[in-house]
């Protein structure tokens, strides 16, 4: 007498298989199983096909483009001021004995040269230019000075940082002007004066320009 089951069977593919079994007894008391299949299993490539496709009823990977990195912003050297040049001793020389109201050499154009090379310009007044080397006047050391060849005054100033006023009275050798407030004298060149200027003291030498 044949007996027919049906049962499922699991598969290594995405689909199930259904199997039909018949079984037949034999004489000698054994039983023989006949075995149907239904559906097919779906090919191994087609499952390498589709897996980026959803599994298990989740919804497909979304694959976002890959980002690139934005473009280097170009930077730009930043070019540090030129040092001022030191000067020769000749041109050191006629500056000092300006600033200090003694006289102006014939030659005074190699000075303005020397001071050119520190950044100075002759028309920019009395606007001070940092000097590569000290100078002295009256002993006292600068190293900012201004000087002012346009118009109808030569102006020769300079800065002593550090330098108290009575300092530099004393060292120039300057008088009580009669107002009781003001220190100068007059020079073989022009009139020396002392001053404050944004907490600095200066020595002034102011030439007539009509005389040189």
Request: hydrophobic content about 35%; proline content about 8%; charged content about 20%.
């Amino acid at each position: 007498m044949r007996q027919h089951l049906i049962q499922p069977i699991a598969c290594t593919g995405v689909a199930l298989l259904l199997a039909a079994c018949a079984v037949e007894p034999q004489a000698d008391g054994s039983t023989k199983v006949h075995l149907s299949l239904s559906g097919a299993a779906k090919p191994a490539q087609d499952n390498a096909q589709n897996s980026g496709s959803a599994v298990r009823g989740q919804p497909p990977a979304v694959v976002e483009p890959a980002k690139t990195a934005p473009p280097p912003v170009p930077t730009t050297s930043r070019r540090e001021p030129e040092a001022p040049k030191p000067m020769d001793a000749k041109a050191a020389q006629m500056l000092e004995q300006a600033l200090s109201c003694a006289t102006l050499g014939k030659s005074f154009g190699a000075a303005e040269s020397a001071l050119q090379q520190a950044g100075w310009r002759s028309d920019q007044g009395v606007t001070p230019v940092q000097l590569a080397q000290p100078l002295k006047v009256f002993g006292l050391g600068t190293q900012k000075i201004a000087v002012s060849r346009d118009g109808g005054e030569q102006v020769y100033r300079s800065y002593l940082p550090g330098v108290s006023l009575q300092q530099a009275v004393k060292a120039a050798s300057l008088k009580l002007g009669k107002d009781r407030k003001t220190y100068g004298r007059l020079t073989k060149l022009g009139v020396l004066t002392v001053d404050t200027e944004n907490g600095e003291t200066t020595l002034t030498c102011t030439v007539d320009s009509e005389q040189y």
